[in-house]
């Protein structure tokens, strides 16, 4: 596939975009052991099934086999991230090589295109903009994966429009659509007309949903052609003002009467590694587990208990999906209302913001300039930092069987007044992970089986899992190797090393292991962790379920004391 990357963004850009996306391409090369290599304290050599070799140099190496590269070897030339698919993976058939191609490719170019908006609107100043203007200000995107700025389909026009980065300002098209047509949770429709009151009815019988605009130029139209040509559905020309999050197509929807929410809706694009579609099974599954959440931390004991008063649930209220259809096409017209974490206003000067945004840009992390905003030394506000996050999320997952799928693009931290206090908040219950055994075990433990029922999820979701295996991955992958780990790495580009911040995290686990159980305590203080292969997925397409590797655990490695 031919793009004219000019149209995207100046050469400069481009090759600083191509350095990150190489450098995720080299780690998951070594960490996924997708080839050969040979890693050194300044150097790497990658080998390919032919014995063809390049070589890199290397500005830092991290824990967990990442690395930091320095520049991109000559050998790769004017078109890096084809040429290292040409000679590292010389084997890959034409079609699957033209499709990583151009996944890569279209990461690539967005990510310089991304990097315009940051030389355009900067990095912003600590403590100052909203909510949705801080989840602007995540550039470079997934910081392991090689798609980290897929936007699959889109133009850089329409990147422009529509990305959060580039401070976009939406207009969420109305669709009138036969009550009957829609099947609700938590009155969708209603609550969208409570939070416009200045919307015209649709007529009898006929109700308003929302969808991404993108998606009604470029998608709707052609796969419900039936239903639009047979009236049942039709865009009404009204609309809803709403700001995207970090994520592309979830978005904060200013509300006429104030109060907060926000809406993941679907588009028929690919980031990273999947259609990001809102399934059926989503739209039943998060309002059931919002409730359940809920009262679970409501109960006598753990309410007293505070674990919990620094870690928030933007719970999924209500949702729609298209019905009479299969729910494989059903995921292209539907949608997820969530509680805001603004709907608390009464709390004073509050500085909120997505945690991906705290390791961007890499010359000078926000998380850096936010301890010198709250004049606290680094170390001292990661201590605190990881104080208020891991002990309710270890509990949850360790004696309840419920791991959230805590990586930094889930998790918004909430800075309130000077101190600062920190608090985090939890959105997407879509990519948790549910152990009914684990969870059924606990409840009958804490004499709660009477007060709360295991949730029952749609028929065949991924959110439950009988292994405890796949249930501590979530746990230790999603939130030790992806948040904690990224944040370290971030913060010891700058002088603090991870041989100072790693012992804080093993430190805060081994004093609250209690709250983990035998089976979680054990994954996390194993020899090894689990690694997700991400990349592993995309070269090989047959394989369709999560794979994991090795790496050697941190919290081990830098150990200060023995623990007894």
């Known amino acids: 596939m031919q793009i004219a990357a000019e149209t995207w963004a100046d050469p400069p850009l481009r090759r600083r975009a191509a350095l990150e ?21 300044n150097h790497l ?43 590292l993976f010389p084997l890959l058939n034409e079609e699957k090589r033209e499709r990583l191609l151009s996944e890569l490719s279209l990461s690539h170019l967005n990510l310089a295109l991304s990097l315009a908006a940051l030389d355009e609107h900067g990095s912003g100043t600590p403590g100052e903009g909203t909510l949705a203007d801080w989840e602007a200000r995540v550039w470079c995107g997934h910081p392991l994966h090689p798609g980290a700025r897929l936007r699959s389909g889109l133009t850089a026009e329409e990147n422009r429009r529509f990305g959060p980065e580039w401070m976009a300002e939406l207009q969420l098209p109305l669709l009138s659509v036969p009550q009957e ?29 929302p969808v991404h605009p993108w998606q009604k130029e470029r998608d709707l139209k052609e796969r419900f ?17 709403a700001r995207p999050t970090m994520s592309f197509r979830t978005v904060i929807l200013e509300t006429e009467i104030g109060e907060d929410f926000h809406l993941k809706l679907p588009v028929a694009v690919q980031t990273t590694g999947a259609t990001r579609t809102v399934s059926v099974a989503s739209t039943q599954n998060g309002p059931l587990m919002s409730g359940f959440l809920k009262k679970l931390v409501a109960q006598p004991g753990l309410l007293e208990s505070r674990l919990f008063h620094h870690l928030h649930l933007m719970a999924e209220p209500a949702s729609f999906y298209l019905g009479g259809e299969d729910p494989d ?13 603004e709907e608390h206003r009464e709390l004073g000067k509050r500085w909120l913001l997505p945690v991906a945004a705290l390791l961007e840009p890499r010359e000078n992390p926000l998380f850096m300039r936010a301890a010198r905003y709250f004049e606290t030394h680094p170390v001292t506000f990661f201590t605190t930092y990881s104080r208020r996050l891991l002990p309710p999320l270890a509990y949850l997952c360790g004696r309840f069987g419920i791991a959230l799928e805590a990586h930094p693009q889930n998790m918004l931290v909430d800075f309130r007044g000077p101190g600062p206090d920190i608090h985090f908040w939890y959105r997407d ?8 055994g684990r969870l059924e075990q606990g409840l009958k433990e804490k004499g709660w089986e009477d007060r709360l029922e295991v949730p029952r999820f749609w028929p065949g979701s991924a959110t439950s899992t009988d292994s405890v295996r796949d249930l501590s991955s979530k746990f230790v992958y999603s939130l030790l190797q992806n948040h904690l780990g990224e944040l370290i790495r971030a913060i010891s580009r700058h002088g603090v090393a991870e041989a100072d911040l790693w012992p804080v995290v093993d430190e805060i686990l081994w004093e609250h292991r209690s709250l983990m159980g035998e089976d979680l305590e054990g994954r996390v203080f194993a020899e090894e962790w689990d690694l997700k292969a991400m990349w592993t997925m995309r070269v090989d397409s047959r394989i369709t379920e999560y794979t994991f590797r090795p790496v050697q655990n ?6 200060k004391t023995v623990t007894v």
């Open 45 to 87: 050599k990658l080998i390919s099934v032919d014995g063809k070799m390049l070589r890199f140099e290397l500005s830092a190496v991290h824990s967990m086999g990442r690395f930091d590269l320095r520049a991109l070897p000559e050998e790769l030339g004017e078109e890096p991230v084809a040429s290292f698919l040409s000679l």
């Open 429 to 436: 219950l879509g990519g948790i992970r549910l152990h009914p």
């Open 225 to 241: 052609r039936e239903r639009f040509q047979s009236g049942e559905l039709k865009f009404t020309g009204q609309s809803l003002p």
């Open 554 to 559: 941190p919290l081990l490695q830098f150990r």
């Open 329 to 341: 096409r059903s995921r292209f017209l539907s949608a997820i209302l969530r509680f805001g974490p």
């Open 181 to 209: 047509s829609v099947a609700q949770v938590g009155r969708f429709t209603e609550r969208i007309k409570e939070l416009f009151p200045s919307l015209q009815s649709p007529g009898d019988g006929r109700v308003l949903i």
């Open 21 to 41: 996306i190489v450098e995720r391409l080299a780690m998951a090369c070594c960490r996924e052991e997708l080839l050969s290599y040979e890693l050194e304290k």
